[in-house]
T-cell receptor, first 116, second 111 residues
């Protein structure tokens, strides 16, 4: 079974440029998460989708970050314009949330962003 | 103060050693607890859930102390392949799947 797919794996851009990351979750997973992981830190949630609805975006810096999951399957995270401090790994995760206790989240390999 | 705190390490241990990691969490209402493993430049993967009664999976034992708000992970008979970062993870309530990660503890097992 295919895991969570993310692209690109690496991206180098200059500050003030826009950038977009794409994620395709595990087939059948209705919940999708975007996390940010800085060097030497644990991942931090940016946004969580249940199907196509963003149910928790409290940690998303909305002045420059946006995300969408239009058909409730794959998702795009965008930064415009990028700043030096955005250099990090952007992880996508998915799970099947059936209303019960914790449902394991499976992470993709991440996109490593470097802003110059 | 971070909600989930861990000693970042690194812990450098020889093969065959027993090593223990601790983690503390500040939100007393936290409901679910986990250990994730993250290899260098890889994604985090669930290692094991942590229960109040303690649980064991092969060479790995996890314990939860709700009164003291700390979680532990014990690795016995360390293998070279155990070298990784171990992330302590907490969920605040049963109504959310939001994972709160610690900074991770790096383990390096040497021959």
């Amino acid at each position: 079974e295919a895991g969570v797919v993310q692209s690109p794996r690496y991206k180098i851009i200059e500050k003030k440029q826009p950038v977009a990351f794409w994620c395709n979750p595990i087939s059948g997973h209705n919940t999708l998460y975007w996390y940010l992981q800085n060097l030497g830190q644990g991942p931090e949630l940016l946004i969580r989708y249940e199907n196509e609805e963003a149910v928790d975006d409290s940690q998303l810096p909305k002045d420059r970050f946006s995300a969408e999951r239009l058909k409730g399957v794959d998702s795009t995270l965008k930064i415009q314009p990028a700043e030096l401090g955005d250099s990090a790994v952007y992880l996508c995760a998915s799970s099947f949330s059936g209303g019960g206790p914790y449902n394991e989240q499976f992470f993709g390999p991440g996109t490593r962003l470097t802003v110059l | 103060r971070k909600e989930v705190e861990q000693d970042p390490g690194p812990f450098n241990v020889p093969e065959g050693a027993t090593v223990a990691f601790n983690c503390t969490y500040s939100n007393s209402a936290s409901q679910s607890f986990f250990w994730y493993r993250q290899d260098c430049r890889k994604e985090p993967k669930l290692l094991m859930s942590v229960y109040s009664s303690g649980n064991e999976d092969g060479r790995f034992t996890a314990q939860l102390n709700r009164a003291s708000q700390y979680i532990s992970l014990l690795i016995r008979d360390s293998k070279l392949s155990d070298s990784a970062t171990y992330l302590c993870v907490v969920i605040r309530s049963y109504n959310t799947d939001k994972l709160i990660f610690g900074t991770g503890t790096r383990l390096q097992v040497f021959p």
